[in-house]
């Protein structure tokens, strides 16, 4: 079935370090990717939308400064939390998805990164 | 804008028992679809069964089924002869299916199931 890798699984980082987290689809090319925040013991709130070469589009309140995303090629969206402070540690988790707009394929999520600002 | 309800913030069941997932929405569309995504504390997201708004049919995935009334827009999930490797988070998810519409999952807040052995 559809593989999406994301990477690191965990980063512990000093408050003002930025961040880069990586998901990569793996036997599919992604059209479409989708980053997303959860608190703990909380829903997932979608952050914002990426296709492969064009802006992503920010889901209201999420400072686009703040997340940096780029999606440079179908396989591969980054996500990149610039000087980071201990209110952005959360759960990170990207989704990936192909194929035309209101087609049926479901999304496919990476397994999440944990990420700790001290 | 599309919401998903649910109404049950955790749930327990017997191991071997059968328990339902509650979830309604709220939509003004008339084609779209609905996920039920499983968050064991891997943390991992798995989706369990799918259902697209225009078939009547109701999903099944061998012990997961779904009751899927779009009249009522409700929406709620079976699980037949519960493991205990079925404790997890159960997230209800929206999607458009509108061509050009937003592709994006809208989820409810989820609910916590434990079985009990």
């Known amino acids: 079935g559809a593989v999406v890798s994301q990477h690191p699984s965990w980063v512990i980082c000093k408050s003002g370090t930025s961040v880069k987290i990586e998901c990569r689809s793996l036997d599919f090319q992604a059209t479409t990717m989708f980053w997303y925040r959860q608190f703990p013991k909380q829903s997932l709130m979608l952050m914002a939308t990426s296709n492969e070469g064009s802006k992503a589009t920010y889901e209201q309140g999420v400072e686009k400064d703040k997340f940096l995303i780029n999606h440079a090629s179908l396989t591969l969206s980054t996500l990149t939390v610039t000087s980071a402070h201990p209110e952005d540690s959360s759960f990170y988790i990207c989704?990936?998805?192909?194929?035309?707009?209101?087609?049926?394929?479901?999304?496919?999520f990476g397994d999440g990164t944990r990420l700790s600002i001290l | 804008a599309q919401t998903v309800t649910q109404s049950q913030p955790e749930m327990s069941v017997q191991e071997a028992e059968t328990v339902t997932l509650s979830c309604t929405y709220d939509?003004?569309?008339?084609?779209?679809?609905l996920f039920w995504y499983k968050q064991p504390p891997s943390r991992q997201m798995i989706l369990v069964i799918r259902q697209e708004a225009y078939k009547q049919q109701n999903a099944t995935e061998n012990r997961f089924s779904v009751n899927f009334q779009k009249a009522a827009k409700s929406f709620s999930l079976k699980i037949s002869d519960s493991q205990l490797g079925d404790a997890a988070m159960y997230f209800c998810a929206y999607r458009s299916a509108n061509q050009g519409g937003s592709e994006k999952l809208v989820f409810g807040k989820g609910t916590k199931l434990t079985v009990n052995p």
């Open positions: 939509t003004s569309e008339s084609d779209y679809y």
């Open positions: 989704s990936a998805s192909w194929g035309p707009s209101g087609a049926t394929q479901p999304q496919h």
